[in-house]
């Protein structure tokens, strides 16, 4: 059980914070209440007097906002809208009550924002205590230019990834658990939950999992249905990404370049315009039926059942999604190929392998070992491809008239109908949740498990 | 013997050659063809959005000259130039995010290395959308929803998550020896300075993917925009003002215009790639013994 | 380097975290002061912009003349009409003081408690300029949301050289002289049929409690007549815009759309354009009229807005009779308002006649309670059914119940 294997610390340190309050002197104590002190008193002034600010703005923070943020976060405001008519003026006047989802959402900052001050403070703990320990050692003690100076070097990858980190977490992150914690709450067109809404703990998912009811049914139906769909989608555009970027790239093709740009010319122009224009040609009046019908291969008031039969449709998604996808697989894999070191090729055809041995033992390994992570990336987000279901198909054929999904709806496009067109935002996010769950664990395990993941420098 | 040997071979190569010729102008054909029949809709005469024959009857440059005379229900140049901006700004950010992830995940080792790919792997497992409202809000208490700023919010957003795709340029990396690096720091070099001079020079093929991901997303996404942008129609992008032209109302005499703005939108990012395309150099031998 | 990062983000987070909630009070000019306010004005674009002569920049100066007391500074934004109501309602605080959006939003803005109710004075100005019925489609709980300034319905446009005007009066009939197109797998059409044999929603339109009712003989006889209908070589389906291209090649002589399309068919027909209220069709020997959903489209006002009296005066001003018919000149928009209709050159502008008529007679009010959007995909699901021959005489009972539990059910 690999997962399960005991944590071990890569990157030992002496300078912990257990160690800090254990065997620190009193300056790097004190630091605990009035961060950056330990700093001032072992040369490091100006690191000191940074840390000082940061904690004294966070103070300022939260007696000015956050406390109340964090206040209303239990109930969720309940402050209705005010409403009075004035009989001078002739007009009813307004005055704004609270506003569940701001409450929601400032709430939610605000704890991710004493997490990472707490965070922080644990790392200016552990810099008080190190400065000490160094100076009552005699060693050498950063100043604040030689600190920024390590950045080019060993700290580099602070400098490389605080930027993306910083956009990640507040425009993906934040939001990311603020749809967690809508699952938990009514926040929904029914019961008129829309402005005011409460927490409601565990009751969406129970309605989730009570297969007589039709969201549990449908839910299971469409899970499967995703499942299938993101296996083939990946599988079908990678090989054949794959045996197209080969073929190209081999020697005795002419024009590289040329069949190159006929290729990616398909995903310059917009794919929602792409695909509009082929669901319109492949409706039951559209210019595919008109056109086989006229060269006689189908009777005269037929037409094939591209989006009116659920199986048709599903390989009929399936197929188109081979004309979108291939492409962008053609340009990754084109470079990665490019990448294999010719020597290997020559050595292999100097010992005289023919062609597909030299695709199964050289390429196809060498392929698979990079691009390990990038398939389960893509499987994820096939999972989650939204455009290419609604733009061609919209779910269609709707089967089960009672239930919201059609199909071919995927989890992600029957979530969009239920937030955005019916306004049902809990039970959407509960849905993404459990998609989540289900998808996560598999995709950690295989991921971890992977030969990209274990051993990265053993190429 | 062996000249027979010699020119069967010969023979047999050229066959191979000529159906892979065929077979690849074949796949040229279908993957081409519905861009044909959109530049041929756009250049289309008749209006409306169905047509019972499969070639224009009569053809017109009508539709573009009116994209651009037509201001009553969009005004194209102006949400052009928007997306322009922005797709060129948040085309740079992604690519130096991304490149700056993967190279810290594939050659630096530190605390947080591990989680962070276990995190990005399954971040993407949300769909966005439901976070939209979130998202708007959150750029409203930074200041960016009004005025020229909503560009900015829009190019923050598109490039918000590019540090989570790393997983392909960091594969590659991988598979650049450590060798290099290695030489490279005895010779005295920083860190920074390895990724900003050898590792990036090697990374061609892997940028010019990122580039043009990273380029074409601003100008297809219209939900997003949509609800960033919402009244403040100076800043529109343009696959708002396609999306709109597809509505009841105008979708009878807007749609081969549709056509149109799709082949302009189309243009730029051809062009990105055809420059793009000498990147793509074949193998590359020699690098560890240089 | 993180930490410093994450020093900025603290900061700007905390300080743009800063701005409360506040009420203003609703002032007014005292006499002879000017009062300086800004007002902001979200519309479609074809009315501000210079090719469509700019009704809104026209209408907003007149009303700053006529008031003198304001001195107004107005700001435009682009919103159509059909997504005003969800902008506003996303953050309503942000948003424009005065817009026009399309009635059956209404509930989104009386969900998110973002629309102004209009009364007093204010309210008569409204009810005794326009009919009943319009102004009855923009109530909630009896509470006035808006100024309506057009109705919004769909009726018959056809080729005069093929149908007479008697021949018009009934679906049958003009099946028998030419090609009939109707919009079956649209489901704000196809309903028309299934009200006109008495099915029900929400009783009047406004008891949420009551439900759908198209269920039973009724309903199923109007889907058996349906599938017929589907079979009849002279009737044709029109989807992604065959109807239109089907007018233009000459295969099609009538169809079913509303008044954004007339420019559109004026160009294809000429003279030969007629248009109609909706006909009737022959059910086992009965007539049935056909009705229509019917809406409108008005001028809302913003509940947080600063200046309430001046946005609910401009708003009645947006939709009051001046307004109206420069609405109508400029972009041919069917006004609703009594006097005007009944003034000479609106009159005989068979257009306005049309639509006014269907409003009038052959429709009903499109239901704007928060269930009817379960309404919608069943009836699709039954068109697209019948167009596929997947609904048969044969199982057109089951479908139809179907349909019905469909409507009525939350789907959760």
């Known amino acids: 059980m690999g997962i399960f294997k005991k944590k071990v610390n890569d990157f030992p340190t002496p300078y912990t914070v257990k160690a800090a309050i254990a065997e620190g002197g009193v300056e790097t104590r004190l630091s605990m209440l009035v961060m950056g002190l330990g700093n001032i008193m072992h040369k490091q002034v100006a690191k000191g007097l940074l840390f000082l600010a940061v904690e004294i703005m966070y103070i300022v923070f939260m007696v000015t906002n956050g406390f109340h943020c964090l206040a209303m976060l239990p109930s969720l405001g309940s402050v209705e809208q005010q409403e009075v008519w004035n009989e001078a003026l002739q007009i009813y006047e307004y005055t704004q009550g609270d506003n569940s989802v701001l409450i929601l959402l400032y709430g939610v900052a605000t704890v991710m924002l004493t997490l990472l001050m707490v965070w922080i403070w644990r790392g200016t703990v552990k810099s008080g205590y190190k400065a000490e320990c160094l100076d009552k050692a005699g060693k050498h003690v950063n100043t604040f230019i030689e600190d920024v100076k390590t950045l080019g070097h060993e700290n580099v990858h602070r400098l490389l990834m605080t930027p993306s980190l910083t956009f990640i977490f507040g425009l993906t992150v934040l939001p990311l658990i603020f749809m967690i914690c809508m699952a938990f709450t009514n926040y929904s067109k029914i019961g008129n939950h829309l402005v005011l809404f409460d927490w409601v703990g565990l009751d969406n998912f129970k309605a989730l999992f009570d297969s007589s009811s039709i969201l549990g049914s449908t839910f299971w139906s469409v899970l499967v249905w995703t499942l299938i769909w993101a296996f083939f989608a990946t599988f079908t555009n990678y090989i054949f990404g794959m045996i197209l970027a080969i073929v190209i790239n081999r020697d005795g093709t002419k024009a590289k370049g040329f069949w190159r740009f006929c290729f990616v010319l398909s995903c310059a122009v917009p794919s929602f315009v792409s695909l509009l224009i082929m669901r319109t040609m492949l409706q039951p009046n559209g210019a595919v039926n008109v056109l086989l019908r006229n060269l006689g291969w189908i009777a005269a008031d037929s037409s094939l059942p591209f989006f009116t039969d659920p199986l048709w449709a599903k390989v009929t998604v399936i197929v188109i999604n081979i004309w979108v996808g291939v492409p962008y697989t053609l340009l990754q894999l084109t470079g990665v190929l490019q990448n294999i070191p010719t020597e290997l090729y020559e050595a292999a055809r100097v010992d005289g392998a023919n062609a597909i041995q030299i695709f199964s033992k050289i390429t196809l390994p060498y392929m698979l070992f990079v691009t390990t992570p990038y398939l389960i990336a893509t499987f994820t987000g096939n999972v989650n491809n939204f455009n290419i279901i609604y733009l061609l198909s919209g779910g269609d054929p709707v089967v089960d008239l009672s239930s919201t999904a059609g199909s071919t709806d995927l989890l992600v496009t029957w979530l969009y109908k239920l937030t955005i067109d019916k306004q049902y935002y809990n039970i959407g996010a509960v849905i993404g949740i459990l998609t989540f769950v289900i998808l996560a664990v598999g995709a950690l395990i295989t991921y971890r498990n992977s030969k990209s993941y274990k051993d990265e420098e053993g190429f | ?290 | 380097m993180k930490k410093y990062v994450s020093i900025l983000m603290t900061a700007v987070l905390g300080l743009s975290l800063l701005a409360g909630c506040s009420k203003s009070e609703q002032s007014v000019p005292k006499d002879g002061e000017v009062e300086s306010i800004r007002l902001m004005v979200w519309a479609p674009s074809e009315d501000q912009s210079k090719d469509s002569g700019e009704w809104l920049q026209k209408c907003c100066e007149a009303f700053a003349k006529e008031h003198p007391e304001y001195d107004i500074d107005f700001v435009y934004g682009v919103a159509d009409e059909a997504t005003a109501a969800t902008q506003v309602a996303q953050d309503a605080e942000a948003s424009a003081d005065v817009f026009m959006y399309a009635n059956d939003n209404l509930t989104v803005l009386t969900d998110a408690k973002a629309a102004a109710k209009f009364g007093g004075i204010y309210e008569e100005a409204v009810t005794s300029t326009n009919s009943d019925t319009v102004v009855d489609s923009l109530r909630a709980d009896g509470y006035l949301y808006g100024v309506p300034f057009t109705t919004n319905t769909w009726y018959m446009f056809y080729d005069k050289s093929v149908f007479s005007e008697e021949d018009v009066k009934n679906l049958d009939t003009m099946l028998e002289k030419g090609v009939v197109s109707f919009p079956f797998t649209n489901s704000w059409y196809l309903p028309s049929f299934y009200v006109g044999n008495g099915c029900t929603l929400f009783e009047d339109g406004t008891v949420e409690e009551a439900g759908v009712d198209f269920s039973g003989e009724k309903a199923v006889e109007v889907t058996d007549y349906l599938i017929d209908l589907m079979d009849h070589p002279n009737f044709v389906v029109d989807a992604d815009g065959s109807g239109m291209a089907g007018l233009r090649d000459g295969s099609i002589n009538a169809m079913f759309t509303g008044s954004w399309d007339a420019g559109s068919i004026k160009e294809i027909l000429g003279d030969n354009m007629g248009v109609a209220a909706l006909p009737t069709y022959t059910l086992n020997g009965e007539e049935k009229q056909m009705m229509a959903y019917a809406g409108s489209k008005a001028i809302g006002v913003n509940a947080t807005s600063d200046h309430m009296v001046a946005s609910i005066q401009l708003a009645v001003y947006l939709g009051s009779a001046e307004a109206q018919k420069l609405h109508y000149e400029l972009r041919n928009v069917v006004p609703c308002n009594e006097e005007l209709l009944q003034e000479e050159g609106i009159a005989a502008d068979m257009l306005v006649n049309a639509q006014n008529d269907t409003f009038n007679r052959t429709s009903i009010l499109q239901p704007f309670v928060s269930k009817m959007a379960n309404c919608w995909t069943p009836v699709e699901n039954m068109g697209k059914g019948i167009r596929n021959k997947t609904v048969t005489h044969d199982n057109a009972k089951e479908q139809t119940e179907a349909m019905n539990d469909a409507m009525n059910s939350d789907g959760i």
């Open chain 2, 1 to 290: 013997m062996a000249v027979k040997r010699e020119r069967s071979a010969k023979r047999v190569r050229i066959m191979n050659n000529t159906i892979v010729h065929i077979s690849l102008a074949i796949l040229a054909v279908i993957w081409v063809f519905p861009i044909a029949w959109v530049v041929l809709t756009s250049f289309r005469a008749e209006k409306g959005s169905y047509v019972s024959t499969f070639l224009p009857q009569g053809y017109t440059l009508d539709n573009y000259t009116r994209l651009f005379s037509d201001t009553t229900i969009l005004n194209f140049p102006k949400m052009f130039m928007n997306t322009l901006l922005i797709a060129i700004c948040s085309c740079l950010l992604s690519t130096f995010y991304v490149l700056a992830v993967s190279y810290c995940l594939s050659r630096l080792r530190f605390k947080l290395r591990k989680p962070y790919m276990n995190m990005a792997m399954v971040l993407g497992l949300f769909p966005g959308f439901m976070s939209m409202v979130a998202v708007y809000f959150i750029l409203k208490a930074l200041g960016l929803s009004e005025g020229g700023l909503i560009r900015l919010a829009l190019i923050l957003c598109y490039s918000g998550g590019a540090g989570l795709g790393f997983q392909i340029a960091k594969g590659f990396f991988d598979t650049i020896p450590l060798a290099i690096d290695e030489a490279a720091l005895i010779d005295g070099c920083t860190r920074w300075q390895i990724f900003y001079k050898i590792t990036l020079p090697l990374s061609k093929p892997v940028i010019v993917y990122t580039v043009l991901t990273a380029f074409i997303g601003p100008w297809v996404d219209f939900i997003f925009a949509k609800v960033i942008c919402r009244a403040n129609a100076d800043y529109y992008t343009v696959a708002i003002g396609l999306w709109r032209m597809l509505e009841k109302e105008y979708i009878d005499s807007w749609y081969t215009c549709f056509a149109a703005g799709a082949v302009l939108i189309s243009i730029p990012i051809a062009a990105l790639f055809l420059f793009m395309q000498r990147y793509y150099v074949n193998g590359m031998s020699g690098a560890v013994k240089g």
